[in-house]
């Protein structure tokens, strides 16, 4: 999914995101969020994330980790 990062009062920054189980973060088989730079992003952090596209899987997986959806 591709999304846009921008923390108050910066410019938004362009995100390639995986939602996967294969990264250390991940425990007892829950998905993480990635960024291309193998970053892991918190729920606090994706509060900073805004959607620019994603698949129904991508959105359906989000809304079971009790992420939100918002959509440009």
């Not at 998905?31 to 918190?42: A, H, Q, R």
């Not at 729920?43 to 440009?72: D, R």
């Given at each position: ?21 294969e ?17 892991v ?5 994706w ?26």
């Amino acid at each position: 999914m591709k999304t846009q990062f921008a923390l108050p009062n910066e410019e938004p920054t362009d995100c390639d995101i995986e939602i996967t189980t294969e990264h250390s973060a991940s425990s007892h088989g829950r998905p993480v969020l990635v960024t291309e730079n193998n970053d892991v992003i918190d729920p606090m952090s994706w509060t900073f994330h805004t959607i620019v596209s994603a698949t129904p899987e991508e959105i359906a997986q989000l809304k079971a980790l009790g992420l939100h959806t918002h959509h440009i």
